[in-house]
């Protein structure tokens, strides 16, 4: 014991926070690097982002459903975590990789290793309690504050300072080496978490893992399979492909779990068919939640004022601010001094100012810009860092290939506007770097950003149109320093760290009193907390008038205070509410139904990052406050039986 816990608990909390410390690195800057075309990002339409982000949190959730049973059956929790830990390292070390396909492997590799990890880890908490063990409780509270100790560093000191110091790629090199640390651990205590494992067995009246292929995974795959078919065939303007055969396929599971519930003998029938608006409010509640790395983070970028302010005088604030590029300052504020135009190349083709952008320039488009009067082209070589160049420079030093080894493809935007990805062949590597320097009168020389004539516009004209006189000007080369977008999603685990107590202490008083909160009104405090935060959310988007204004960066704090209360009060309810209305022949089929209504709200939140950018921000928040709304009405309407089923079962 340690502390009065299993001394396992301790190990088991640092594995998990090392490996949510990576997951959560990787989450905070995905839809960001994917959508990115100013600092060397993959360039792809936000349509394409967001699916991307919606089907890797969806997929995530939805192999612990199988990753719990094989480890069940066949592996056992410890090596189960180990291989999980193993292969999301290999997957964030493919996602290091150039090349667009080792992207797409190394994302494959974190689901299955995550579908792994995820469920067993958390298994192996619980088994080092004895039946009944009043610790249990508090031991799961350390474990989940390890969490989201994981994600706070991740969102607000590793994301940012890697990518900002070392790139993209070494960010999710930076996870992958976190992911490893965490299996290091486990087999540094491997001997002493034996009590946490069990040996893979199957029990009497488990559901055969023939029957959830044959009732739930065959039925899912062939639906989806023909939505997917059905979409392709028609020019959907939001709802891409993937989005749909994912959404159409998730019908054989819901219809599963419903037939599952009507079809049970009565005294399992009431317990059963309560689990439905559970999963609801489940899958719901993390639709919205897990826009933080969508929609949200598509918020701080593009309708945050991420000037520190303030903050200047936190001692770190400096390491997780980056340059704004023109992109910031489209909609900045009058105060906002504008970048002085010689910092600016302007060229007539997009297509060479999205190779600058995306750091993949051929050398032909190299060689136009070196033609350009009073451009000078620094080569730098493919590590950069000469003596003799100005650290400063080589912050708008970008990587040279080959031709032949580049493929440029231009697809429409949300809007109609031509989106231009810079796509790059596997394994490539840079033949040389450079930086673009232009002289200034005085005779020194400053680095200069590659734009279109389009956005040169947007910046000076779009100020003068606005506002109707002349912007201030920074000094050539210099840029606007700002928070980096990602770091605002760590206001969600400093909440649950801060707020976690605070709750417990409250359901606890009130227990002490004889006013106990009812098990089930949680679940619907916590939908009605969460639309309260959109709706704060929907104030902050009538500010932006349309999107032409940036707000302040507290409406996004104030947002995530008010949803991790909803958090608090529903996800662990949610959780314990599972495992206990469901018999015991079907918790590890029940528990599969908590992760895939998760799951189908994750694929919506990739969905709904698109839908942001095709409707107004009030009305985006005022929308997603009318979807929380309906499901809280919903769970208001059942709560009796839920009440009454919670009552039979002594959940």
């Known amino acids: ?74 592996f056992g929790y410890r090596r189960s975590v180990a291989i999980g830990g193993l292969l999301m390292a290999s997957g964030l070390f493919l996602m290091g990789m150039p090349g667009f396909n080792f992207f797409v492997l190394g994302l494959i590799g974190l689901i299955v290793g995550n579908g792994f990890f995820k469920p067993n880890i958390s298994v192996m908490v619980g088994n080092l309690y004895e039946p009944g063990d009043p610790k249990r409780d508090s031991g799961f509270n350390i474990f989940y504050m390890g969490i989201n100790i994981g994600a706070l560093a991740a969102t607000l000191i590793v994301a940012p300072i890697v990518r900002n110091y070392w790139g993209w790629l070494w960010t999710f090199r930076a996870a992958g080496l976190g992911v490893l640390f965490a299996v290091v651990l486990l087999a540094f205590f491997w001997k002493s978490l034996e009590k946490a494992d069990r040996k893979p067995a199957r029990s009497e009246g488990d559901t055969s893992m023939g029957e959830i292929f044959g009732k739930i995974l065959a039925p899912a795959f062939v639906v989806g399979i023909i939505g997917y078919v059905i979409a392709k065939q028609f020019d959907m303007q939001i709802v891409r492909p993937s989005d749909f055969g994912f959404l159409l396929g998730m019908i054989p599971v819901v219809i599963f779990f419903v037939r599952l519930g009507l079809t049970a003998n009565e005294e399992e029938k009431p317990g059963l068919l309560a689990l439905l608006p559970i999963f609801v409010a489940g899958g719901a509640f993390f639709m919205i939640l897990h826009l933080n790395g969508s929609a949200m983070t598509q918020w701080a970028r593009d309708f945050t004022d991420r000037r520190p302010g303030a903050a200047q005088s936190v001692p770190f604030i400096d390491q997780i601010q980056q340059d704004a590029l023109p ?42 810009l070196d033609a350009f009067e009073g451009i000078e082209v620094e080569r730098v070589g493919v590590e950069g860092g000469h003596e003799d160049i100005d650290p400063a420079w080589m912050a708008r030093a970008v990587k040279v290939y080959d031709d032949d080894q580049i493929d440029v493809r231009t697809e429409k ?63 050539p080369g210099v840029f606007l320093q700002v928070i980096n977008a990602e770091v605002y999603q760590s206001w969600n685990p400093f909440w649950v760290i801060v707020l976690t107590p605070v709750v417990v202490w409250f359901f606890g008083w009130r227990l002490k009193i004889g006013k106990a909160v009812p098990t089930a009104h949680k679940l619907l405090y916590g939908m009605l907390l969460t639309t309260a935060a959109l709706l704060i959310m929907a104030v902050a988007g009538s500010m932006t008038d349309g999107g032409s204004v940036k707000v302040a960066g507290l409406w996004m704090a104030l947002f995530y205070l008010v949803i991790t209360f909803g958090e608090l009060c529903l996800s662990p309810i949610g959780l314990s509410l599972v495992t206990k209305l469901a018999p015991a022949r079907l918790a590890g089929l029940a528990m599969g139904g908590w992760f895939l209504a998760t799951s189908i709200g994750n694929k919506f939140s990739g969905f709904l990052g698109t839908v942001q950018n095709h409707m107004e921000p009030m009305w985006f928040f005022v929308f997603l406050a009318g979807l929380a709304a309906a499901v809280a009405l919903f769970i208001f309407m059942v709560l009796p039986k839920l009440d009454a089923a919670i009552k039979k079962y002594g959940a």
């Open 1 to 74: 014991m340690a502390f009065g816990h299993p001394k396992g608990l301790f190990p088991l909390f640092f594995t998990e926070m090392w490996e949510r410390l990576a997951f959560y690195t990787m989450v905070g800057i995905l839809l960001l690097y994917t959508i990115d075309a100013e600092r060397g990002g993959l360039g792809l339409p936000r349509a394409q982002g967001n699916e991307i982000y919606g089907l890797y949190l969806a997929f995530v959730y939805f192999t612990p459903f199988l990753g719990g049973m094989i480890a069940d059956r066949y």
């Open 327 to 368: 992109s910031y300052y489209l909609n900045a504020g009058e105060d906002v001094a504008r970048p002085h135009p010689n910092s600016l190349l302007v060229v007539s083709s997009s297509e060479i100012a999205n190779q600058f952008g995306q750091s993949r320039m051929r050398e032909s488009a190299v060689a136009t």
């Open 413 to 475: 935007g949300a809007h109609g506007e031509d989106i231009i990805t810079v796509g790059l062949e596997d394994r490539a590597i840079p033949k040389d770097q450079v930086v673009l320097l232009r002289e200034s009168r005085d005779g020194s020389l400053s680095p200069v950003f590659v734009v279109d004539q389009g956005t040169h516009d947007a910046i000076y004209d779009g100020y003068r149109e606005r506002f109707g006189h002349e912007p201030d000007l920074m000094e």
